[in-house]
């Protein structure tokens, strides 16, 4: 096989490799509009609790540490530190991820789904 078939084949490798980093990596566009599942009990401007707590700044945020929500014992026990792969854990399966949480979100099962909530929450909440 030729040299020019090689470099050829490894340039399709990369592109399929960036593919997958950038359909991991989420869109926040469709995010936003998953985002709507979230809306009805979760707030993005700090100190604007509803029926959840609100969700700004909530990258690097302990779980159960937004003042003035009362959170479950099993969110304040839980202890853990938002971020991607936490908060994707969560979404997918909140009951599943904190047993005895009061959240009642059955949870986004698809991954890009996810992964496009993540990313417009990273970009809605800093």
């Known amino acids: 096989m030729s040299r020019v078939f090689f470099s050829a084949l490894a340039a399709l490798a990369v592109s399929f490799s960036l593919a ?3 359909q991991a990596a989420g869109d926040v566009e469709a995010g936003k509009k998953s985002f709507a599942k ?3 009990c979760h707030q993005l401007e700090a100190g604007k609790n509803g029926v959840g707590p609100s969700l700004a700044k909530v990258f690097g945020r302990k779980s159960g540490t937004v003042d003035g929500f009362k959170y479950s014992d099993a969110m304040k026990a839980k202890a853990v530190v938002w971020d991607e792969k936490t908060i994707a854990a ?3 399966d909140p009951k599943g991820y904190v047993p005895g949480n009061k959240m009642v979100f059955p949870g986004i099962k698809k991954e890009s789904e996810v992964a496009d909530l993540i990313a417009y929450l990273k970009d809605a909440t800093k």
């Open 90 to 92: 969560y979404v997918a």
């Open 38 to 40: 979230c809306r009805a």
């Open 20 to 22: 997958g980093a950038a």
